[in-house]
Nanobody
Framework: QVQVVESGGGLVHAGGSLRLSCTAS????????MGWFRQAPGKEREGVAC????????YYIDSVKGRFTISRDNAKNTLYLEMNNLEPEDTAMYYC????????????????????WGQGTQVTVSS
């Protein structure tokens, strides 16, 4: 059973930074696209950032461009999301997801393209 685990969430003031991490057990992610999604209360889960297996292709939702950076360290089997200049609108549960298919990347960062999901880590940004 593949397990995906996120960490690094917390409470920060607007303008602050957080770094989320995601690891997967029973899955070597070096051939898999990965993504970060978020869901705020009463809203749909949305793709924040996605990255292909090598890190050569990345997608960001418009609202985080220039503030968030997705990266991966395949040797450590870990995915990251560096979040800077956080805004109250970034408050949400953040989820890490992995595509079970090898060498597949969807440029639209769609929820339907990911198969393994973590339980989420809460990010709260106060104004």
């Amino acid at each position: 059973q593949v397990q995906v685990v996120e960490s690094g969430g917390g409470l920060v003031h607007a303008g602050g930074s957080l770094r989320l991490s995601c690891t997967a057990s029973r899955l070597n992610i070096d051939k898999n696209s990965m993504g970060w999604f978020r869901q705020a209360p009463g809203k749909e889960r949305e793709g924040v950032a996605c990255i292909n297996w090598s890190g050569g292709s990345r997608y960001y939702i418009d609202s985080v461009k220039g503030r968030f950076t997705i990266s991966r360290d395949n040797a450590k089997n870990t995915l990251y999301l560096e979040m800077n200049n956080l805004e109250p609108e970034d408050t949400a549960m953040y989820y890490c997801a992995a595509d079970r298919h090898s060498y597949r990347y969807n440029y639209l960062c769609r929820r339907a393209d990911f198969d393994y999901w973590g339980q989420g880590t809460q990010v709260t940004v106060s104004s």
